[in-house]
């Protein structure tokens, strides 16, 4: 039987910044990455960025003005991100 | 025996609730507008061009097959930036508002952004919304 729960805020910081969340988050945005490659025109860059806030975050940018057209009109980046299993939802605390 | 159940055309459902509820709207930007599931073949501003493209991106039924997550995304072609973010942001207001017998419910993904058509030239704009869609026993 639960006698008490305290939850480790420092532990989950230090966790969800530490490596292994960063190498978990980085694989992920290669995958999706590779997904949108093969989408785009030959010579266009498709870009992975990690970064940190509270946790480990990483960005995938398709390098090029016509980017948002291709995602307006095909949803490559939509698609891509859901191939990997993950659903897009704009960042909300 | 496991239960046969099957998921209703998300994206067909998604253009119809539109194609519905724009008809019934009496805002400028709003008359005369086609709500279709393709990318339209001509996208000629001069053509007084007011097109909504709805798509399923992504679909990721629930294992027990009760219920189906879907992202639609809605790209929404107009004359001018202004009224293409007006139609898109009253497209998304629809659809989630909406609750009906195939899409159960509807909650905001990313957007409206606003973009250019890189074939045409046209302004667009467009957004996500992720929906809840209902199994159906066949």
Same mark, same amino acid.
């Given at each position: 039987?639960? %006698? *008490?729960?305290?939850?480790? &805020?420092?532990?989950?910081?230090?966790?969800?910044?530490?490596?292994?969340?960063?190498?978990?988050?980085?694989?992920?945005?290669?995958?999706?990455?590779?997904?949108?490659?093969?989408?785009?025109?030959?010579?266009?860059?498709? *870009?992975? &960025?990690?970064?940190?806030?509270?946790?480990? $975050?990483? *960005?995938?940018?398709?390098?090029?003005?016509?980017?948002? $057209?291709? %995602?307006?009109?095909?949803?490559?980046?939509?698609? $891509? $991100?859901?191939?990997?299993?993950?659903?897009?939802?704009?960042? %909300?605390? | 025996?496991?239960?046969?159940?099957?998921?209703?055309?998300? /994206?067909?459902? @998604?253009?119809?609730?539109?194609?519905?509820?724009?008809?019934? +709207?009496?805002?400028?930007?709003? !008359?005369?507008?086609?709500?279709?599931?393709?990318?339209?073949?001509? +996208?000629?501003?001069?053509?007084?061009? +007011?097109?909504?493209?709805?798509?399923?991106?992504?679909?990721?039924?629930?294992? #027990?097959?009760?219920?189906?997550?879907?992202?639609?995304?809605? !790209? =929404?072609?107009h004359?001018?930036?202004? /009224?293409a973010h007006?139609?898109?942001?009253? =497209? /998304? @207001?629809?659809?989630?508002?909406?609750?009906? !017998?195939?899409?159960?419910?509807?909650?905001?993904?990313? @957007?409206?952004?606003?973009?250019?058509?890189?074939? #045409?030239?046209?302004p667009?704009s467009?957004?996500?919304?992720?929906?809840?869609? +209902?199994?159906?026993?066949?």
């Amino acid at each position: 039987m639960l %006698q *008490s729960f305290r939850l480790d &805020h420092r532990g989950v910081r230090e966790v969800l910044q530490g490596p292994e969340v960063r190498r978990a988050v980085d694989d992920v945005a290669d995958t999706i990455a590779a997904h949108v490659r093969p989408q785009v025109p030959a010579g266009t860059r498709v *870009s992975v &960025h990690g970064y940190t806030t509270d946790r480990g $975050a990483a *960005s995938v940018t398709i390098e090029d003005v016509r980017g948002m $057209a291709w %995602q307006a009109r095909d949803g490559i980046l939509t698609r $891509a $991100a859901g191939a990997v299993g993950l659903e897009v939802r704009a960042w %909300q605390r | 025996m496991k239960t046969l159940t099957v998921f209703d055309d998300a /994206q067909a459902a @998604g253009a119809t609730v539109l194609r519905t509820a724009l008809a019934g +709207r009496l805002e400028p930007f709003a !008359t005369g507008v086609t709500v279709g599931t393709k990318v339209p073949t001509t +996208r000629v501003p001069e053509e007084v061009f +007011r097109y909504v493209m709805v798509r399923k991106d992504t679909d990721a039924p629930h294992p #027990s097959m009760a219920n189906s997550r879907v992202t639609l995304r809605v !790209t =929404c072609w107009h004359e001018d930036d202004d /009224q293409a973010h007006d139609l898109a942001m009253l =497209c /998304q @207001g629809l659809l989630i508002v909406h609750s009906g !017998t195939i899409i159960r419910g509807v909650r905001p993904g990313t @957007g409206p952004l606003a973009a250019v058509d890189d074939v #045409s030239g046209a302004p667009l704009s467009t957004f996500t919304v992720l929906a809840n869609i +209902r199994p159906r026993l066949a």
